[in-house]
Nanobody
């Protein structure tokens, strides 16, 4: 079983940047899909970005495309979300997630972290 811990959240002004980290323990995530999601207060959780085992294969929500970059460092068993040009509407709790089975490119995620709060002030 894998444990995921998000970090790097905080308070930032609009236009600023943050880098979130998703650190995994309990097993390697090098062969696994990892996704970032967010949930704003009173709203449903939404997809933000995901990266497959190949760093070439990434996908983004339209709302963050061109501003956010997902990357992974398998040596550190960590996935990052670099967030630039932040907007107040990016305010949310950000979660990372991964799968039970390797080489899975679709379907529901099996493991989730506890989340990290990102607040963007106007």
């Amino acid at each position: 079983q894998v444990q995921l811990v998000e970090s790097g959240g905080g308070l930032v002004q609009a236009g600023g940047s943050l880098r979130l980290s998703c650190s995994a323990s309990g097993r390697t995530i090098s062969s696994y899909r990892v996704g970032w999601f967010r949930q704003a207060h009173g709203k449903e959780r939404e997809f933000v970005a995901r990266i497959l085992w190949s760093v070439i294969s990434t996908r983004y929500a339209d709302s963050v495309k061109g501003r956010f970059t997902i990357s992974r460092d398998d040596a550190k068993n960590t996935v990052y979300l670099q967030m630039n040009s932040l907007k107040p509407e990016d305010t949310a709790v950000y979660y990372c997630a991964t799968d039970e089975s390797p080489w899975s490119a679709s379907g529901e995620y099996d493991y989730w972290g506890q989340g990290t709060q990102v607040t963007v002030s106007s």
